[in-house]
Nanobody, 121 residues
Framework: QLQAFGGGLVQAGGSLRLSCAAS????????IAWFRQAPGKEREFAAA????????SYADSVKGRFTISRDNSKNTVYLQMNSLTPSDTAVYYC????????????????WGQGTQVTVSS
C-alpha cells in the first residue's frame, strides 16, 4: 500500500528524489513521513507532510537540504534531497498515518518497504 522508490548511489554533494506511492487505505487524507535507518542505528525521522500539504516538518539534520512535497492527484509524496553527505546513507522508509504529523515511529500505522540511499565521499 506504500511503495518507496528512487534510491541509489550518489556522490557527496549530489541529489536524489525519492517517491512514495500510496494506494488503498494509505491514499487520500493521510499524513506521510519519511524516516531513515542507517546500519546499526535506530530508525529516525527525516520529514513529514500532512494530507493537505499545509503542515511540514523536518529533522534538524536535513533542514535546508531536503524538501518534502506531495501530489494528491497522483497519491505520491516526494522527498527531494540535495547536498547529500555520507551521513545521509540509509534505508529510507515512507510511512502513513492519521495522527498529526510527528517525529515518532508510533505515529504512523502503515510502512513501505524502504529504498536504499548510498552517498559516497
Amino acid at each position: 500500500q506504500l511503495q518507496a522508490f528512487g534510491g541509489g548511489l550518489v556522490q557527496a554533494g549530489g541529489s536524489l528524489r525519492l517517491s512514495c506511492a500510496a494506494s488503498g487505505r494509505t491514499s487520500g487524507s493521510v499524513n506521510i513521513a519519511w524516516f531513515r535507518q542507517a546500519p546499526g542505528k535506530e530508525r529516525e525521522f527525516a520529514a513529514a507532510i500532512n494530507w493537505s500539504g499545509s503542515q511540514i516538518s523536518y529533522a534538524d539534520s536535513v533542514k535546508g537540504r531536503f524538501t518534502i512535497s506531495r501530489d494528491n492527484s497522483k497519491n505520491t509524496v516526494y522527498l527531494q534531497m540535495n547536498s547529500l553527505t555520507p551521513s545521509d546513507t540509509a534505508v529510507y522508509y515512507c510511512a502513513a498515518g492519521l495522527r498529526p504529523i510527528g517525529v515518532g515511529v508510533d505515529g504512523y500505522k502503515y510502512w513501505g518497504q524502504g529504498t536504499q540511499v548510498t552517498v559516497s565521499s
